[in-house]
């Protein structure tokens, strides 16, 4: 008995992925989603893997995964017999990434508190906000 194997158009992976049809095609582009096969009138037809590759790229994207991490972990899983330690490193370079970016963030956010923390109905010469931007020496961080 032969297998019929479902394809999808550009319109429908995309529905079924939750990407966007313009990034698809980038994602073909850069080689981080095979180009598919394409009909006599030139459409392309995605397959039920594409559309799970397409989401997998989404929810690693979604967790602020760079293309080339994501290129590496997609080769990983064609093999999955390999140790994981390098998705596992992959995993906690992103994790110091991430949190190095909440330090900056929260530091952004103390000093625009501090900033806003003013009288906010005075005039702008005697204003905090225009001061200590006009003055990065007042600022309580050097890291922004």
Same mark, same amino acid.
């Given at each position: ?47 039920? /893997? ?7 790229? +989404? @929810?690693? =994207?979604?967790?602020?995964?760079? !293309?080339?991490? $994501? ?39 103390? /000093? ?7 009288? +906010? @109905?005075? =005039?702008?010469?005697?204003?905090? !906000?225009?001061? $200590? ?12």
């Amino acid at each position: 008995m032969e297998e019929t194997v479902t394809t999808l158009s550009i319109g429908q992976v995309a529905e079924t992925s939750g990407v966007k049809i313009p990034t698809i095609r980038y994602y073909e582009q850069i080689g981080l989603l095979p180009e598919p096969p394409r009909t006599a009138s030139n459409r392309r037809c995605y397959d039920a /893997e594409a559309a799970q590759q397409l989401r997998f790229i +989404r @929810h690693a =994207r979604e967790l602020g995964f760079e !293309v080339d991490a $994501i290129r590496t972990l997609i080769e990983m899983q064609h093999h999955p017999m390999r140790s994981c330690e390098q998705a596992d490193a992959i995993a906690t370079a992103q994790l110091a990434a991430i949190d190095s970016r909440i330090a900056r963030l929260t530091a952004l956010k103390e /000093e625009l508190e501090r900033m806003a923390d003013c009288d +906010r @109905h005075g =005039r702008v010469r005697d204003c905090r !906000v225009i001061e $200590i931007l006009a003055d990065h020496d007042q600022c309580l961080h050097d890291a922004h």
